[in-house]
């Protein structure tokens, strides 16, 4: 489904200047109905000046008036040759010219910490190219030096579902290529959802596993060997001879 030109604006016009649902705005403006309801509180999109869609020659106002009577009704949008495509572009992510410079930091975090990610997700994640990623990953860049490791994330450059999404598509691909994964690179391919999910019962590594019932002492089942010891037992004496002593005397 195509969306109409300035979505956001042309939904600030709608919740201005008609009666219909936060839904029959959302679906029209390819918004999620909560969105729609933060336009209306004031919440969203602050300071848009709204696009008036009718004038834009993308609604009839017969498809308004179709909808304030019937919440029901889902709004079509006239076909305009200018937003076609207007809901998605493929190709690198556009990063903004105030955040550009953090994405050799980024990069290297995805490098260093998910070192089976594709250069292709790498450059999907953060808009950058694979010859910049190349030169990351072989420290032949030349400010390599001073870059340190930073979160995309944290950087705002993606949003972590995306991040979980790139990770979980690496993981099934290297196991359909049935390659072993360390202890450290299966923790690394757990999504945010699903470590969270976990729970924080202590688990035993796998290195040792089978070794919980292994005791240096013996069978507590085994009756212990009862000795009776004394003085002489105990330091080892040897018995004393009564005719050396009389002899002696």
Not at 61 to 81: A, F, T, V, W
Request: with cysteine; net charge negative.
């Amino acid at each position: 489904m195509n969306k109409p030109l300035m979505a956001k604006a042309t939904a600030v016009w709608l919740v201005d200047n008609t009666t219909l649902s936060f839904k029959q705005i959302g679906d029209f403006c390819g918004m999620h109905e909560l969105e729609v309801q933060g336009i209306a509180d004031g919440d969203v999109a602050v300071g848009v000046k709204g696009f008036d869609p009718v004038a834009s020659n993308q609604l009839d106002s017969i498809e308004i008036e179709k909808g304030q009577k019937d919440p029901r009704y889902k709004l079509k949008l006239k076909h305009n040759p200018a937003a076609e495509g207007e809901e998605k572009r493929r190709g690198p992510r556009y990063t903004p010219l105030s955040k550009r410079q953090d994405r050799p930091a980024s990069i290297l975090w995805l490098v260093k910490f998910h070192p089976e990610l594709a250069d292709a997700q790498i450059a999907k994640l953060v808009g950058t190219t694979k010859p910049t990623i190349a030169s990351i990953r072989e420290r032949t860049h030349w400010n390599i030096q001073n870059i340190q490791p930073i979160d995309p994330v944290a950087l705002g450059l993606c949003r972590q579902s995306e991040l979980d999404a790139a990770v979980q598509k690496a993981a099934k691909r290297k196991a359909a290529e049935g390659g072993a994964m360390t202890d450290d690179e299966r923790r690394k391919l757990l999504s945010t959802e699903t470590s969270l999910a976990m729970t924080d019962e202590p688990r035993m590594p796998s290195s040792i596993a089978g070794l919980e019932n292994f005791s240096l002492t013996p069978d507590e089942e085994k009756p212990a060997r009862e000795e009776n010891l004394d003085a002489d037992s105990f330091f080892n004496l040897p018995a004393s001879d009564d005719k050396d002593e009389e002899e002696g005397h």
